[in-house]
């Protein structure tokens, strides 16, 4: 695939690096990628996702923007509080970019409706607010073999990590958290707080890891990082990174 002409001059920035090039931003022009949760996470990650060219964009969420989502999800404004945020981000992509395809989806996702919710997507982006769902989406993301990059945030810390729980020596999500948190009572603590700007340094670093996971069939950033988890500290501020590794009895991804 080549990219059409008048798409050019919009990713002039993309095409002279020799890690993406021509090739890559086709490549990226015919992406499908879901994103689950558009708050602190999805919100960034979505506007660099869409910036990059990623064709079609899935948004997923069941929530409302609230004012006190202002402080850190950029895409809202205030005069959208009350509304909601998976039918505003369907709205910012086509205005931002309107040969982008975009679909958007209130659902909250369960077990019974990840599978649906994920299918066809080449990479799901999760940046959604409670472990239930990072599991039912991890879990769907193994079955129908599509790479999953998982973000969390909170107060100074972020957590980025790309996974393919169903290659036969890579972690899943679940390998990494186990199964003490499939419980819809075990939120993320919203009541801890977190730095707006830390949200978008994850948001970002996602949309990053994102874009190295679709590049990787050409080459393009290299490794994936498959199995890597990125801790980003904001107060440090550092980055480190450790290695998950493959539970041999994961309930997620274990054959
Ligand atoms: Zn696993």
Redesign the pocket.
């Known amino acids: 695939m080549i990219l059409p002409t008048n798409r050019l001059g919009r990713f002039a920035r993309h095409i002279v690096l020799p890690e993406v090039g021509g090739a890559g931003q086709a490549v990226l022009a015919q992406a499908r990628v879901v994103l689950i949760g558009l708050g602190g996470i999805g919100a960034p990650a979505l506007q660099y996702l869409a910036a990059a060219g990623v064709g079609t964009l899935v948004v997923v969420d069941d929530d409302v923007v609230e004012e006190s989502n202002l402080q850190r999800q950029t895409i809202y404004r205030e005069d959208e509080i009350g509304h909601r945020k998976a039918e505003l981000a369907e709205v910012w992509v086509s205005e931002f970019d309107s040969e982008l395809e975009v679909h958007w989806k209130v659902q909250r996702v369960t077990p019974d409706n990840a599978g649906e919710v994920i299918a066809g997507a080449d990479l799901v982006l999760d940046g959604c607010d409670n472990f239930a769902t990072r599991l039912a989406v991890s879990d769907a993301c ?1 079955a129908a073999r599509i790479p999953l990059l998982s973000a969390a945030v909170g107060r100074f810390q972020g957590q980025v990590g790309a996974f393919a ?1 169903h290659l036969p020596d890579q ?2 999500y ?2 990494y958290v186990g199964d003490a948190f499939d419980a819809d009572d075990c939120d993320t603590c919203a009541e801890d707080g977190m730095l707006g700007a830390m949200a978008g340094w994850s948001g970002t670093f996602a949309a990053l890891q994102a874009i190295r996971v679709l590049l990787a069939p050409t080459g393009g950033m290299g490794d994936p990082q498959w199995g890597k988890l990125h801790l980003l500290d904001g107060l440090a501020p550092s980055l480190r990174t450790m290695t998950i590794a ?2 041999p009895a ?1 309930r ?3 054959s």
Request: net charge positive; aromatic share 0%.
């Open positions: 193994v729980g972690p899943c679940r390998c493959k539970d994961c997620g991804c274990a």
